[in-house]
Nanobody
Framework: QVQLVESGGGLVQTGGSLRLSCAASGRTFSSGAMGWFRQAPGKEREFVATITWSSSSTSYTRSVVGRFTISRDNAKNTVYLQMNKLKPEDTAVYYC??????????WGQGTQVTVSS
């Protein structure tokens, strides 16, 4: 059974940091590349970052380059997103999933990140 549990969100001031975690079920995690996505109020869910199975390659949406870092621990079936220098426009619900996930796939509940100005 697919399971994705995101955690680590919260309320932080502009310039602050948060570290998100995502515990994924074995079948989901072993599928390969994983990603973080986010959905701001009134907007579509968007890609934030992806990482390959071996962690040899990562990619980021332009707005978070230099501020966010994605990583994974395959032994723990966990994906992380270190977010530094947070901005109010980073406020959203953050989700993890396989990198190729679409809106029709299973999604976890996400974790809320709120950045105050």
């Amino acid at each position: 059974q697919v399971q994705l549990v995101e955690s680590g969100g919260g309320l932080v001031q502009t310039g602050g940091s948060l570290r998100l975690s995502c515990a994924a079920s074995g079948r989901t995690f072993s599928s390969g590349a994983m990603g973080w996505f986010r959905q701001a109020p009134g907007k579509e869910r968007e890609f934030v970052a992806t990482i390959t199975w071996s962690s040899s390659s990562t990619s980021y949406t332009r707005s978070v380059v230099g501020r966010f870092t994605i990583s994974r621990d395959n032994a723990k079936n966990t994906v992380y997103l270190q977010m530094n220098k947070l901005k109010p426009e980073d406020t959203a619900v953050y989700y993890c999933n396989v990198a190729s996930a679409t809106k029709n796939d299973y999604w976890g509940q996400g974790t809320q990140v709120t950045v105050s100005s």
